[in-house]
């Protein structure tokens, strides 16, 4: 009954090597979020999309590529890997309406380890 | 730059304290304010928000305060228990404007353990 969920939950890998994480939510949500949560626990946002659309595109590396192939589903997809791309990444989602577009829900994270 | 600023970065009270963390934005366009509580190996969750209608508001043990001439709010957790300890995070958007929705600008959170 898990509501945003996102695998895997732990990812080791190494430089220069591609990697994927995948996001399902079953909340009925329209919009869904990748947010970036660095070693110092900063959280920014990285992309967002509305039933498929991206809407938000912060300024992140061209080796970074959302896909989401139905509103219930966003993946992120990472080429290239490099050491800074360590963080935890977080996929979310809210509503459409107006009261609660802003009212996210978050996974539980995907730590990447990049060595 | 840090568009909301929050602080302090870690604090430590006895069970039953009050402790209060703070948070400060520049930009006067932000007109909804929600506070994330986050446990270890866990998404942030919501716990609280504000619009800047009101100055306060409550739900359980916890409290924000709103100042929107000072353009502050501060989040106060009232009778605080062990399990009150996480990480909290203030955050600011503006809602109902297609090219924001559900962009939140955190804060850089702040690290609250309660000792028994």
């Given at each position: 009954?898990?509501?945003?969920?996102?695998?895997?939950?732990?990812?080791?890998?190494?430089?220069?090597?591609?990697?994927s994480i995948k996001c399902?939510?079953?909340?009925?949500?329209?919009?869904?979020?990748?947010?970036?949560?660095?070693?110092?626990?900063?959280?920014?946002?990285?992309?967002?999309?509305?039933?498929?659309?991206?809407?938000?595109?912060?300024?992140?590396?061209?080796?970074?590529s959302p896909k989401s192939p139905?509103?219930?589903h966003l993946n992120l997809h990472?080429?290239?890997?490099?050491?800074?791309?360590?963080?935890?990444?977080?996929c979310?989602?809210?509503?459409?309406?107006?009261?609660?577009?802003?009212?996210?829900?978050?996974?539980?994270?995907?730590?990447?380890?990049?060595? | 730059?840090?568009?909301?600023?929050?602080?302090?970065?870690?604090?430590?009270?006895?069970?039953?304290?009050?402790?209060?963390?703070?948070?400060?934005?520049?930009?006067?366009?932000?007109?909804?304010?929600?506070?994330?509580?986050?446990?270890?190996?866990?998404?942030?969750?919501?716990?609280?928000?504000?619009?800047?209608?009101?100055?306060?508001?409550?739900?359980?043990?916890?409290?924000?305060?709103?100042?929107?001439?000072?353009?502050?709010?501060?989040?106060?957790?009232?009778?605080?228990?062990?399990?009150?300890?996480?990480?909290?995070?203030?955050?600011?958007?503006?809602?109902?404007?297609?090219?924001?929705?559900?962009?939140?600008?955190?804060?850089?959170?702040?690290?609250?353990?309660?000792?028994?």
């Open positions: 009954d898990t509501a945003v969920s996102q695998t895997p939950k732990y990812l080791v890998t190494q430089m220069g090597n591609d990697k399902e939510q079953n909340l009925g949500h329209d919009t869904m979020y990748w947010y970036k949560q660095d070693s110092k626990k900063f959280l920014k946002i990285m992309f967002s999309y509305n039933n498929k659309e991206l809407i938000i595109n912060e300024t992140v590396p061209n080796r970074f139905d509103k219930a990472i080429n290239s890997l490099e050491l800074g791309d360590s963080a935890v990444y977080f979310a989602s809210s509503p459409r309406t107006s009261a609660g577009a802003n009212v996210l829900t978050f996974g539980a994270g995907s730590r990447l380890t990049v060595l | 730059q840090q568009q909301v600023k929050q602080s302090p970065q870690s604090l430590i009270v006895q069970k039953g304290g009050i402790p209060i963390i703070n948070c400060a934005y520049e930009n006067t366009a932000f007109d909804y304010f929600p506070w994330y509580q986050q446990f270890p190996g866990k998404g942030p969750a919501l716990l609280i928000a504000i619009r800047p209608d009101v100055s306060e508001k409550k739900e359980g043990r916890f409290t924000i305060s709103f100042n929107k001439s000072a353009k502050q709010f501060s989040l106060h957790i009232m009778d605080s228990q062990p399990g009150d300890s996480a990480t909290y995070f203030c955050a600011a958007s503006i809602e109902n404007r297609g090219s924001t929705l559900g962009r939140l600008y955190f804060g850089r959170g702040t690290q609250l353990t309660v000792w028994p």
